[in-house]
């Protein structure tokens, strides 16, 4: 018989830890390193002729772009969001 102390292995008394459906949010403080980092994503989208990324990181960077210009000013976060989403738009559409 298991302690109080020591969590069964296998049963279900624990809440599940991890949501898998949950959004992956981007917690950055600092506006400047968040604006340098989305405008090097949009350059280099821009400089390509095709998605410059594999799926995966694509997928990551069309979920936290978003949530990491939330650190910047409303009108500059909408406008490097909608400068993002247009260029990825390009290359998919390439």
């Known amino acids: 018989m298991p302690s109080r102390?020591?969590?069964?292995l296998f049963g279900t008394d624990e809440p599940e830890r991890f949501d898998e459906d949950a959004p992956t949010v981007y917690y950055h403080g600092d506006p400047d390193r968040v604006r340098a980092r989305v405008l090097r994503l949009i350059a280099e989208a821009r400089a390509a002729e095709t998605v410059p990324w594999d799926d995966d990181d694509l997928r990551l960077f069309?979920?936290?772009?978003?949530q990491m210009?939330?650190?910047l000013p409303d009108d500059e976060a909408r406008q490097l969001c909608f400068d993002f989403e247009e260029e990825i738009r390009r290359l998919l559409a390439a």
């Open 5 to 8: 102390n020591q969590l069964d």
């Open 62 to 66: 069309r979920k936290i772009v978003p």
């Open 69 to 71: 210009v939330r650190w």
